[in-house]
């Protein structure tokens, strides 16, 4: 297993501004994940973040408005960009110990007026 | 079409009883299924997991029962408790690919 910290924890942002949120995993891993859990709904992948490439996007999410870096195998960050009231969800990192098991941050809530 | 159903959407069992939780998937190239429980402002914890050449998997309390014909998988939670009182997300993952389809989550409210 892996333990991935998060920060922040939550926030409240106002519209119009960023907001870049920080995953630490205590080893070395090859695949980070970014996911997005509205609230009461299931998860939902934004990107694959991939040390010293492009992130990969899935469909419905781009780099303007979710712009990730991994500069090394132990960290990634997440910035929403020009937020709306609609981003206000969870944002949850994750990785793959290469087991096909996930794991995942404790989430990041973000609420945005 | 690379979906995973999942159901009930919501579950309500007394302390003691047993909670199943089913998902059922299209896709045959997963090969590996596993569960996790999401406690409210926690991210979600794997809780067990099966390959699909095993039709049952047993840790603790939890057992994952796998029907391969029938492409279906479920969650029993013996002896439920009101500490199990969590949402519960069913997956599904095709090796290589690093990608996990999630259920639509379970409710469970165990009742003391």
């Known amino acids: 297993s892996a333990v991935i910290s998060q920060k922040p924890s939550r926030d409240i942002c106002q519209r119009g501004t960023s907001l870049t949120i920080q995953c630490q995993v205590d080893?070395?891993?090859?695949?980070m994940f970014w996911y997005r859990q509205q609230p009461g709904q299931s998860l939902t992948l934004i990107a694959t973040?991939?040390?010293?490439?492009?992130?990969?996007?899935e469909s419905g999410f781009v780099i303007d408005k979710f712009p990730i870096s991994r500069p090394n195998l132990t960290f990634s960050t997440l910035t929403v960009s020009n937020m709306s009231p609609e981003d206000s969800s969870i944002y949850l990192c994750?990785?793959?110990?290469?087991?096909?098991?996930?794991?995942f941050g404790q989430g990041t809530r973000l609420t945005v007026v | 079409q690379q979906q995973v159903k999942q159901s009930p959407q919501s579950l309500i069992v007394q302390k003691g009883g047993i909670s199943i939780i089913n998902c059922a998937y299209e896709?045959?190239?997963?090969?590996?299924f596993p569960w996790y429980q999401q406690f409210p402002g926690k991210g979600p914890a794997l809780l067990i997991a099966?390959?699909?050449?095993?039709s049952e998997k047993k840790e603790g309390r939890f057992t994952i029962s796998f029907n391969k014909s029938a492409k279906q998988f479920s969650l029993h939670i013996m002896d439920s408790q009101p500490g199990d009182s969590a949402t519960y997300f069913c997956?599904?993952?095709?090796?290589?690919?690093?990608?996990?389809?999630f259920g639509t989550g379970t409710r469970l409210k165990v009742l003391a």
């Open positions: 994750s990785v793959d110990m290469g087991t096909g098991l996930a794991f």
């Open positions: 080893s070395q891993v090859t695949m």
């Open positions: 973040a991939n040390q010293g490439s492009e992130a990969t996007y």
């Open positions: 896709n045959t190239a997963f090969d590996y």
């Open positions: 099966i390959r699909p050449d095993v």
């Open positions: 997956a599904s993952y095709t090796s290589g690919t690093y990608k996990y389809i």
